[in-house]
């Protein structure tokens, strides 16, 4: 299994979702923001308290779990 030391998992933490070290900030609100447009940087300005480290695992779980997802088609 990938190690993930910057995505936690609690269940008292933003409901269970994915977060940043263990922040109530969830893993789907990073991927939101680059979405958005919003790159590394600004992110980083508008949000001082993550790290360059938190937003790429972020996108590194993701990736992971996408990777891991079975998709059935009907």
Same mark, same amino acid.
């Given at each position: 299994? &990938?190690? *993930? #030391?910057? !995505? @936690? !998992? +609690?269940? %008292?933490? *933003?409901?269970? $979702?994915?977060?940043?070290?263990?922040?109530? *900030?969830?893993?789907?609100?990073? /991927? +939101?923001?680059?979405?958005?447009?919003? @790159?590394?940087e600004e992110i980083l %300005? +508008?949000?001082?308290?993550? #790290?360059?480290?938190? !937003? /790429?695992?972020?996108? $590194?779980?993701?990736?992971?779990?996408?990777? &891991? &997802?079975?998709?059935?088609?009907?």
């Amino acid at each position: 299994m &990938e190690q *993930f #030391e910057r !995505i @936690t !998992i +609690d269940s %008292k933490v *933003f409901g269970g $979702k994915p977060c940043i070290r263990g922040m109530r *900030f969830p893993v789907s609100k990073v /991927l +939101d923001l680059l979405a958005s447009g919003m @790159t590394v940087e600004e992110i980083l %300005k +508008d949000y001082p308290y993550l #790290e360059r480290e938190d !937003i /790429l695992q972020a996108i $590194k779980y993701s990736a992971w779990i996408l990777e &891991e &997802e079975k998709v059935e088609i009907s």
